[in-house]
Protein backbone atom coordinates (compact mmCIF):
# COMPACT_ATOMS: atom_id res chain seq x y z
CA UNK A 1 0.00 0.00 0.00
CA UNK A 2 1.42 3.45 -0.98
CA UNK A 3 1.49 5.86 1.78
CA UNK A 4 3.52 9.53 1.75
CA UNK A 5 3.66 10.70 5.14
CA UNK A 6 4.40 14.25 6.07
CA UNK A 7 5.84 16.01 9.02
CA UNK A 8 6.83 19.30 10.05
CA UNK A 9 4.73 22.37 9.73
CA UNK A 10 2.82 24.61 12.35
CA UNK A 11 2.91 28.24 13.68
CA UNK A 12 5.52 30.51 13.13
CA UNK A 13 5.92 34.47 12.54
CA UNK A 14 6.46 36.48 9.38
CA UNK A 15 10.10 36.47 8.20
CA UNK A 16 10.56 33.23 10.41
CA UNK A 17 10.92 29.46 8.67
CA UNK A 18 9.81 25.97 8.60
CA UNK A 19 10.94 22.13 7.55
CA UNK A 20 8.76 20.03 5.72
CA UNK A 21 9.47 16.40 5.06
CA UNK A 22 7.44 13.56 3.53
CA UNK A 23 8.60 10.00 3.69
CA UNK A 24 7.38 7.61 0.51
CA UNK A 25 6.52 3.97 0.76
CA UNK A 26 4.98 0.97 -0.62
CA UNK A 27 6.82 0.73 -4.02
CA UNK A 28 9.81 2.37 -5.42
CA UNK A 29 9.33 5.92 -5.95
CA UNK A 30 13.56 6.94 -7.41
CA UNK A 31 12.51 7.54 -10.65
CA UNK A 32 8.74 9.66 -9.78
CA UNK A 33 7.98 13.21 -9.38
CA UNK A 34 8.16 14.04 -5.85
CA UNK A 35 6.59 17.60 -4.80
CA UNK A 36 4.46 20.12 -2.65
CA UNK A 37 1.43 21.70 -3.12
CA UNK A 38 -0.93 24.20 -0.84
CA UNK A 39 -4.51 24.98 -0.28
CA UNK A 40 -5.54 27.77 1.11
CA UNK A 41 -8.85 28.38 2.57
CA UNK A 42 -11.56 28.54 -0.49
CA UNK A 43 -8.85 28.18 -3.10
CA UNK A 44 -7.97 25.48 -5.15
CA UNK A 45 -4.25 23.77 -4.65
CA UNK A 46 -1.39 24.93 -6.24
CA UNK A 47 1.71 23.64 -7.12
CA UNK A 48 4.76 24.99 -4.66
CA UNK A 49 7.79 22.73 -6.28
CA UNK A 50 8.50 19.50 -7.17
CA UNK A 51 11.59 17.83 -7.67
CA UNK A 52 12.00 15.04 -11.07
CA UNK A 53 14.28 12.33 -12.56
CA UNK A 54 16.64 13.79 -14.64
CA UNK A 55 18.07 10.51 -15.60
CA UNK A 56 21.33 10.95 -14.76
CA UNK A 57 21.28 10.83 -11.08
CA UNK A 58 20.32 13.79 -10.32
CA UNK A 59 16.52 15.74 -9.78
CA UNK A 60 15.85 18.89 -11.35
CA UNK A 61 14.02 21.21 -9.05
CA UNK A 62 11.25 23.50 -9.97
CA UNK A 63 9.43 26.49 -8.25
CA UNK A 64 6.26 28.42 -8.52
CA UNK A 65 6.93 31.75 -8.54
CA UNK A 66 5.39 32.92 -5.41
CA UNK A 67 8.33 30.85 -3.83
CA UNK A 68 11.32 30.80 -5.97
CA UNK A 69 13.87 32.36 -4.18
CA UNK A 70 12.40 31.44 -0.63
CA UNK A 71 11.58 27.64 -0.40
CA UNK A 72 14.10 25.01 -1.51
CA UNK A 73 13.41 21.53 -2.21
CA UNK A 74 15.46 19.08 -1.88
CA UNK A 75 15.30 15.29 -3.05
CA UNK A 76 16.87 13.16 0.20
CA UNK A 77 17.15 9.82 -1.10
CA UNK A 78 14.31 8.48 -3.61
CA UNK A 79 12.02 8.12 -1.42
CA UNK A 80 11.93 11.27 1.07
CA UNK A 81 11.58 14.75 -0.29
CA UNK A 82 12.11 18.14 2.16
CA UNK A 83 10.83 21.43 1.90
CA UNK A 84 12.66 24.21 3.65
CA UNK A 85 10.60 27.66 3.66
CA UNK A 86 12.72 30.99 4.72
CA UNK A 87 11.58 34.19 4.71
CA UNK A 88 7.83 33.11 5.08
CA UNK A 89 4.62 35.81 4.58
CA UNK A 90 1.47 35.31 5.89
CA UNK A 91 0.01 34.41 2.49
CA UNK A 92 1.95 31.52 2.42
CA UNK A 93 -0.30 30.10 5.27
CA UNK A 94 -2.37 26.74 3.94
CA UNK A 95 -2.17 23.16 4.36
CA UNK A 96 0.95 21.52 2.45
CA UNK A 97 0.76 18.23 0.59
CA UNK A 98 3.35 16.01 -0.85
CA UNK A 99 2.53 13.91 -4.04
CA UNK A 100 4.03 12.20 -6.49
CA UNK A 101 3.57 10.85 -9.94
CA UNK A 102 5.05 8.63 -12.59
CA UNK A 103 8.09 10.18 -14.12
CA UNK A 104 7.70 13.13 -16.66
CA UNK A 105 10.61 15.18 -18.64
CA UNK A 106 8.86 18.19 -17.89
CA UNK A 107 7.57 19.70 -14.86
CA UNK A 108 3.84 19.33 -14.06
CA UNK A 109 2.11 21.77 -12.07
CA UNK A 110 -1.33 20.72 -12.17
CA UNK A 111 -2.48 18.88 -8.91
CA UNK A 112 -4.87 16.72 -11.30
CA UNK A 113 -1.86 15.13 -12.74
CA UNK A 114 -0.38 13.95 -9.60
CA UNK A 115 -1.20 9.96 -8.19
CA UNK A 116 0.00 9.99 -4.95
CA UNK A 117 -1.39 11.90 -1.92
CA UNK A 118 -0.27 12.78 1.94
CA UNK A 119 -3.01 13.80 4.41
CA UNK A 120 -1.12 17.61 4.64
CA UNK A 121 0.44 19.23 7.55
CA UNK A 122 -1.05 22.87 8.30
CA UNK A 123 1.49 25.41 8.10
CA UNK A 124 0.54 28.70 9.84
CA UNK A 125 1.96 32.68 8.97
CA UNK A 126 0.97 34.95 11.92
CA UNK A 127 1.74 38.95 10.62
Known amino acids: QVQLVESGGGLVQAGGSLRLSCAASGRTFSTYAMGWFRQAPGREREFVAS??????????ADYADSVKGRFTISRDNGDTVSLRMNSLKPEDTAVYYC??????????????????WGQGTQVTVSS
Open 99 to 116: AARVHSTAVVTSHREYDY
Open 51 to 60: TRWSGRGVYY
